[in-house]
């Protein structure tokens, strides 16, 4: 696939940043494809910087798992095998888990009300079919709780194993793959066992939310690839 020419750039990064989070965004929504070779002179000259911040931004993807780098022969955006799904969900479940048993003491009843809208909300993006809508909801409902474990640890390692499997979904999965209401009862059986400060249910059902649908994504990922 061509690299773009024409996006949004983001303001008051530095040339490494912008290259970084430009480059990140595109190897995760598929524009830049699975096993496509690239080079720091083209997407230098896309990102409009030097080719020094692209090298430099390409290291940290490739430290990501998003890039393989072969210095002197060729740089290409890592493939996506199916069985990837088995390696990246069991991680993130864990940690996720660790963040939701940390968060428990810690959320304000602010914080709470902002759990419970989110979940309302992903409730209807997935009864009308708002696919992408849902995701995001989803997301914000995660990411809301592993602030508030405040451990930059498990966000950072939590962001980009959240990365890598909504690469997957991009790349491999339509539609008819949609989120699942089991998602948000699970959500809601969480922010009970969260408002009642009870770390052990609230980790036990973070961690089934994850795992839970790793099968069914794992079978349709290797499904899109016959």
Not at 92 to 102: G, I, K, N, P, S
Not at 149 to 174: C, E, G, T, W
């Amino acid at each position: 696939m061509p690299i773009p020419k024409n996006f949004t750039p983001q303001i008051r990064l530095s040339a490494k940043e912008k290259a970084f989070n430009q480059l990140q965004r595109w190897i995760v929504d598929g524009t830049l494809e699975p096993g496509e070779k690239v080079t720091d002179i083209d997407l230098a000259e896309a990102l409009g910087v030097s080719r020094t911040p692209v090298r430099e931004a390409l290291q940290l993807l490739e430290s990501q798992g998003f890039v393989e780098m072969r210095p002197g022969k060729e740089t290409k955006i890592t493939s996506i095998h199916p069985d990837d799904v088995l390696t990246v969900y069991p991680p993130l479940a864990q940690l996720q888990a660790l963040a939701a048993e940390m968060a428990a003491p810690l959320l304000t009843s602010e914080e709470i009300a902002e759990l419970k809208a989110l979940t309302a909300d992903y409730e209807l993006a997935v009864k009308h079919e708002n696919i992408h809508e849902a995701a995001e909801l989803d997301e914000h409902f995660h990411n809301l709780i592993t602030d508030v474990a405040n451990n930059p640890y498990v966000r950072q390692f939590s962001d980009v194993l959240q990365l890598h499997i909504r690469r997957m979904k991009y790349v491999f999965l339509n539609q008819s793959a949609s989120p699942k209401l089991q998602s948000a009862r699970e959500h809601w059986q969480m922010i009970d066992a969260l408002e009642k400060n009870n770390p052990e249910k609230a980790a036990e059902m973070m961690k089934q939310n994850w795992l839970r649908p790793m099968k069914d994504i794992h079978q349709l990922l290797k499904e899109g690839k016959k």
